[in-house]
């Protein structure tokens, strides 16, 4: 294969055109941790702060206690993080962007990087901004001469073992050194803290006095990026992460049966709703692997409850045969998959968006589902509601694809209201009597009443066999097209109902992005500033991807001069399936499978650049 030169490194292979005659353009890759795209890109008075170190180390929880405090003081907040697979050891990151306005992306460019160990340094100088500030561990970190004018030696190590007799409280003396730099009021770390460690005698207090000697440390860089304070604390906010929002979203839309196993990114709504879902009368089991976790939901949605599983893309592969069933047998159920890199085991901690071909077409056959991608945190309380909605009321299994980026990542929203929400319940056979009950009855919608356990006169077969309107075994040709045309017809409504996220001109002129998921706050934000330049652009992203909305969709792009397909996998999934599903026949998929997500530079850059020839 032919290479092209890496933007930092070795050459690296160059993509393939697709065999349906779409190139696909990749960004320039870089080592891992490294700033990928050029270009500066900051909101008003919005600080970029980066921590990186060994895990283990407690980078992550450093990054977790600063975003809370700083959301606790009225600051909006979104975070990244990335970091090994392994138990322990390995280097990690968590980076997060503080601003007293809403914010649409984590950042690119670095004001304030923090390097724990000299592995950080390698891994991430060049993530820093023109004016970007070094915090580092003075004993285990050394810095090249050129960058010493704007870093400054932080005694972690050092500091930690003279508080608290360990390292322990490392990261507390690096939280106290940023807090410095931007000008932060510690008092709502410190009442974390105390939250935190109530229970361990004179735990809290080292880890306070690590936090303001810390401060101390780099006290001659404070207010170097100072934060605005907010002129008013919103009551109705709230700082939480993807996976929370649907385990939170999921209670309000009902759900009372919660079945999985733990995998990496989705593992933390099993233990979420492993503590809530009891408190609500419902009930969590972890099961042997994820083919019993999907057979266990489909057998408690059979008796009448609102159940869902989460998982991963190795899960969704396991669950492809019982997905198929559930579409044949009309049995409602919920899968949400937190996409991570792959394929097999792949990155389990990094993020992609490579499992939505899986999710559309996974499964022997032509089964039936309905695929949701969320766009944001907030809208993953929205998007499960919507997944049971449609799982209860068309009777097909719904999964909902998110992203390691999006499910980990901490976001401040608003709270929604529970008793705004539109929930849907299914139809049951209450009501008919025996003898007129069909189960799989043709009807004008394509959707048939389910009977329940204990109903009177509700009794069937969910057999995954090709069956009548009885559900009784059939196998002529005119049973399997009537069932066929009756369970994949059902869905065609939502092309036209199903919600979309937009963003900018309704039918753009210049530039039109097209994209699902987590990619959508970096668009909004690119979206913003492209239009400051004079252009006519704007976004469009259908929460509902399959049945997919191919008619709004070319309304949207009518006008455009470009259309631009930003997405986090290799071979450009939602170019092809926007191409096989519509009329389009140019547009520029840009795929990147780095593990990463996109920032809002790098769409700027792709507007920028001229199509290849």
Known sequence: MASIPAANGPAR????????GLPIRHPGDARPGCNLYGGTLSARNSVVVRLAGESGEGVISCGDILTQAAARGGYYTQTFRTFPAEIKGGPCMYQFRLSDEPIWSHGQDVDLLVCFNQEAWDLNWDSLGPEGVILYDSVEVTIPDEYLDRARPVRM????????????????????????VIDFDTTPIEELVLRRYAHKEGVADANIAALHAGAEESADLKGRYPLVPPVEVEEDRMLISGNQAIAVGAVAAGVNYFAGYPITPASDILEWLSVRLPQVGGLTIQCEDEIASLASVVGASYTGAKAMTATSGPGISLMNELIGYAGTAEIPVVIVDAQRGGPSTGLPTKTEQSD?????YGSHGEAPRVVIAPVSVEDCFYSIVDAFNYAEEFQVPVLLLTDQGLATRLEVIHRPDPEKLNIVQRKTSAGIAREDYKRYEYTESGVSPMGLPGEPNGMYVATGIEHDEYGHPGYTPEIHLGMQTKRLGKLEPIRETSRVA?????????????????????????VDRLAEQGLSVGAFYPRVLGPFPASRVETFVANAKRIIVPEVNYTGQLARLI???TNINELESVAKCDGLPFTAEAIIDLAAQEVAA
């Open 356 to 360: 939505l071909n899986q999710a559309l």
């Open 157 to 180: 190590d050092e500091l930690a073992k003279e508080i608290g007799g360990s390292t322990r409280a490392k990261n507390m003396v690096a939280a106290g050194a940023i807090t410095a």
């Open 502 to 526: 937009t963003h900018g001109e309704a039918q753009p002129e210049d530039i039109a992005f097209i994209g699902f998921g987590s990619t959508f706050g970096p668009v909004r934000e690119a």
């Open 579 to 581: 191409k096989a599903e």
């Open 13 to 20: 292979p160059r993509c393939p055109e697709s065999s349906r």
